[in-house]
C-alpha cells in the first residue's frame, strides 16, 4: 500500500496550519506521556533521582553529616550527571523518544491516515518534534530536578540555603537544566531523522552512541562532529578534568559557552531541516516494514 500527500496550495492559510500543529501536537502528547510502551524510559529518566534519594536517606538516618562534605556531593552530583544522565539516560531516553514518533506509525500502519490527511508533511514533522521536546524535557528535566534536591537533603538547611543563594548552587542547577533541554533538543532532532529515514533505526542510534563514547580520543576539530562533547562543555566542572577521567565523562578541550551553545543549536536545525526533506520524499509501504 502507498499513499501520497494531497496537494495543498502555497498560499495555504498560516493559521490552518497553527491550527494543525496544535491538534497534532495535543494528540502525540497524550501519546508519549501515557503510554506503557515509555514504561522503560520512566525507569530511565528517574532511576538517577531513586539513587540519590536513597544515598539521602540513609545519610539522615546516621546521623548529619560535616559541612565541608556539601562540596563532595556536588562533584559527586557532576559525576553522576555526565555518566549516567546525559549517557546512557538522556541519549537512549530521546532514542525511544524520537525514533517512535513516526517509526511507531509504520509499526502501528497508521501513518497512512496523517499522509492521506489535508495536512503538510512540514507541519506534522514539527508537530511531532515538539512533542518529542516537550516530553523529554518534562521527563529528564523532572528527574534531574528531583536528583538535585535529593542530592543536598540530608544537609542543615541553613547551609543549602546559603549554597543556594550566597555560593553556585543555583547558577549549577540552572545550567544543568539548561544542558537537559539543549540535549534534548538536539539528540531529538538527531534521532528524529533516524526514525524517518532508517527501517531500524536502533542500529544507527547505537553507532552514533559508539561514536559520543569515543568522542573523547578523537582529535579537537573532530570532537565537534557530535552533541556530546558540546553538551559537556556547558557542564558544571565539565572541563575540568584531564586524562582517563575525560574516557568517564569529562572533555580535555572545553569549547566556550558561546560556541557550545552555537554548535548545539546548529546541528539541532540541520537534523530538523533533514527531517523535513526526508518526510518530503517518504512513501508508505506498509508491505516491507
Not at 515509555?38 to 531513586?50: N, R, S, T
Not at 538536539?186 to 569515543?214: K, Y
Request: one cysteine or more.
Amino acid at each position: 500500500m502507498t499513499a501520497a500527500a494531497p496537494a495543498i496550495p502555497q498560499n495555504g492559510s498560516s493559521a490552518l496550519w497553527r491550527m494543525q500543529l496544535f491538534t497534532i501536537l495535543r494528540a502525540e502528547l497524550s501519546r508519549n506521556f501515557i503510554t506503557k510502551r515509555g514504561f522503560w524510559i520512566y525507569l530511565l529518566a528517574f532511576a538517577p533521582a531513586v539513587i540519590v534519594w536513597i544515598h539521602s536517606w540513609v545519610k539522615m538516618t546516621v546521623g548529619a553529616q560535616p559541612s565541608h562534605d556539601l562540596a563532595k556531593d556536588t562533584q559527586v552530583l557532576s559525576v553522576l550527571f555526565q555518566i549516567f544522565f546525559l549517557r546512557p539516560g538522556v541519549f537512549f531516553g530521546c532514542v525511544g523518544i524520537f525514533t517512535y514518533l513516526f517509526r511507531g506509525e509504520f509499526v502501528e500502519r497508521s501513518l497512512h491516515y496523517y499522509f492521506l490527511a489535508p495536512v503538510r508533511r512540514e507541519v506534522l514533522v514539527i508537530a511531532k518534534y515538539l512533542a518529542g521536546c516537550i516530553t523529554a524535557i518534562a521527563f529528564f528535566g523532572g528527574s534531574f530536578l528531583l536528583t538535585f534536591t535529593g542530592m543536598y537533603a540530608h544537609f542543615p538547611q541553613f547551609e543549602v540555603r546559603q549554597f543556594m543563594t550566597a555560593g553556585t548552587g543555583l547558577e549549577q542547577l540552572l545550567t544543568y537544566l539548561a544542558v537537559t533541554v539543549l540535549a534534548s533538543l538536539a539528540w531529538g532532532a538527531v534521532f528524529l531523522w533516524m526514525g524517518i529515514r532508517f527501517r531500524n533505526p536502533i542500529i544507527p542510534a547505537v553507532i552514533f552512541f559508539v561514536w559520543e563514547t569515543m568522542n573523547a580520543f578523537f582529535p579537537s576539530w573532530l570532537r565537534r562532529v557530535g552533541v556530546l562533547h558540546f553538551l559537556q562543555s556547558l557542564t558544571p566542572f565539565g572541563g575540568e578534568t584531564s586524562g582517563p577521567a575525560a574516557v568517564i565523562g569529562t572533555t580535555v578541550e572545553p569549547e566556550s559557552a558561546a560556541v557550545a551553545i552555537t554548535g548545539l543549536l546548529l546541528i539541532t536545525a540541520v537534523m530538523v531541516a533533514l527531517s523535513l526533506y526526508q518526510i518530503r520524499r517518504t512513501e508508505i509501504s506498509y508491505s516491507t516494514d
